[in-house]
């Protein structure tokens, strides 16, 4: 092993080379710096696997040298020394991927208690490392059966207990019906922004690897298998007579969560249930599914069975019934906007789980049939691709993804709608609107509400009929206005201009000379009037 100890204090670099017992840490070389400009000399010449580095250094921190470092590809831990303690300096150690933050003065032993970390998590990365080079079909193997055992166990397939039982022996797993357990599981639900994720094997590796050391700090093995992509189960299991308690285990988890969110950029959520019998585990894997579908929202949180409100049995029938009246005008802006609001209520009130917004699903979808029919066209013409189909049909999953289809096929409906409203007498009631209210600042979102159509077709429909855009007619009109109150009245000009709804004057005297080549003030002068 390679360390590298940066700091501009001579007298602390000598004395963490002196003092620290590197032969017993097995360093066979330990190179100094005294600033980040000699340390990137190094680093881009000798490989180094360590760094001791000071945080407050003058022209270049620490925490900036850590950062090139990561930017450059090195592969390094680093352990920050310091005599501050600063809460910035912690979080940003943490983002940067830092392995330890330990202030200054410290005593020798610390650093080197810190040092071993370091080396041992190298040590697993290096493993991890070999895995991937020559270990992937030994370890596919042994996955895939007890992968296989497990499933058995855990579905309740044809295969009984005492088989499981002497299958999972096979891999020194000694459980029986009344052997006590926990179970918990695990869903990586998104990735944090910016993150590129990880292929599914990956993860699963990393996640059992972290389980593994953080459950064996309480005497405790694990057995973690894949139900789908992304989605683990974890059992522990009593071990002569020695099982950890449901506090521990949420202790472990908690620190699970938080390793994978701050260091991976995994967001991840986890069901948990109270101890229960080997006997028992099929009908807790149950329960817990249940209580992963049921986060519709895709909180990343933990959740525990028994905690769960009661939804009620809230009817929301009657209120897609009224969008009715607006399918009825075509208007399918307005029922897409009173199906995501009706959505959002009953989300915030708490009354959304798996099997509701199941149910919620199927009532929309009678609106989307009724809309399909109000236009002639086929339901099936809205999913030509079946791609689309196919995530369409999973929408009564999340709520995230029934926004995401009530967007879809209400958009669908209305571009539709081109062509079959009576688009004349649209755009004569939206001029007489605008003439309406030309002392206000309006815009197209306030004509979409007075209306109920979406800004875009609103626009479309203008547009095509008259050759202008909204907002080029309604500054055309105000400007009309404007004029005509210039010649025939005695008014100051800053008046009229808030007669048509302009409060910055020089904002609506270049809207008058772009629309007439002439300024308002001019325009005045021009009629004589005073």
Same mark, same amino acid.
């Given at each position: ?289 249940? !209580? =992963? $579908? @049921? ?8 959740? %525990?069975?028994?905690? +769960?409100?009661?939804? &009620? ?124 209210? !030309? =002392? $206000? @600042? ?8 007075? %209306?109920?159509?979406? +800004?875009?077709?609103? &626009? ?71």
């Amino acid at each position: 092993m390679v360390v590298l100890v940066v700091d501009d204090q001579t007298n602390v670099v000598s004395g963490i080379v002196s003092g620290v017992r590197w032969h017993r840490l097995g360093v066979q070389k330990v190179l100094t710096a005294y600033n980040a400009f000699e340390a990137k000399e190094i680093l881009e010449k000798q490989q180094v696997h360590l760094m001791l580095c000071d945080i407050e250094m003058p022209a270049e921190n620490g925490l900036s040298l850590l950062r090139w470092a990561r930017e450059e590809g090195y592969m390094l831990e680093c352990i920050f020394l310091t005599s501050h303690a600063d809460f910035q300096y912690t979080r940003e150690t943490i983002r940067l991927g830092g392995f330890d933050y330990i202030l200054q003065p410290a005593r020798y032993e610390d650093i080197e208690g810190a040092i071993s970390r370091a080396f041992q998590k190298m040590e697993k990365e290096n493993e991890r490392l070999r895995y991937a080079s020559y270990g992937q079909l030994l370890y596919h193997r042994k996955k895939k059966v007890m992968d296989s055992v497990l499933k058995d166990w855990y579905t309740g397939k044809e295969t009984g207990l005492e088989e499981i039982w002497k299958d999972l022996a096979m891999f020194r797993v000694l459980l029986k019906d009344n052997s006590r357990v926990h179970l918990t599981l695990i869903y990586v639900n998104s990735w944090r922004q910016g993150i590129q994720p990880w292929e599914a094997e990956l993860v699963r590796f990393t996640m059992e690897n972290i389980l593994e050391e953080l459950f064996e700090r309480y005497g405790q093995d694990i057995l973690l298998s894949e139900s789908k992509p992304y989605r683990y189960n974890i059992l522990l299991y009593e071990k002569d007579g020695n099982l950890i308690d449901r506090e521990g285990v949420v202790r472990q988890i908690e620190l699970l969560k938080d390793i994978c969110e701050n260091r991976f950029g995994m967001e991840i959520s986890c069901y948990m249930g109270n101890e229960c019998l080997a006997g028992q585990v099929r009908e807790r894997i149950r329960e817990l599914e249940q !209580l =992963e $579908k @049921d986060n519709v929202e895709n909180v990343n949180r933990l959740f %525990f069975l028994g905690e +769960q409100e009661q939804i &009620s049995e809230e009817d929301f029938s009657n209120e897609m019934d009224s969008w009715a009246g607006f399918l009825e005008k075509g208007n399918f802006a307005r029922v897409k906007e009173e199906s995501i609001k009706c959505l959002g209520r009953l989300a915030r009130a708490g009354k959304m789980n798996a099997r509701k917004l199941k149910q919620f699903f199927l009532g929309y979808m009678q609106v989307v049939c009724s809309g399909a029919n109000y236009l002639g066209i086929s339901v099936k013409d809205m999913f030509a691709d079946e791609s689309e189909l196919d995530e369409s049909l999973k929408s009564g999953e999340s709520l995230a993804g029934m926004e995401r289809f009530i967007r879809l096929t209400m958009d669908y409906l209305d571009n539709q709608m081109v062509g079959r409203t009576d688009e004349i007498n649209l755009v004569d009631e939206m001029k007489e609107y605008i003439h309406a209210n !030309l =002392e $206000k @600042d309006i815009r197209r979102s306030d004509i979409a509400e007075a %209306f109920y159509f979406s +800004q875009d077709y609103l &626009s479309r429909v203008f547009k095509k009929e008259t050759g202008m855009s909204l907002k080029e007619y309604m500054i055309e009109a105000k400007m009309q206005e404007a004029r005509l109150l210039l010649q025939s009245t005695t008014l100051p000009v800053s008046i009229i201009a808030m007669k048509v709804g302009y409060t910055n004057f020089s904002y609506f005297s270049q809207f008058y000379k772009k629309t007439f080549d002439i300024t308002p003030t001019d325009e005045r002068k021009k009629d004589d009037i005073i």
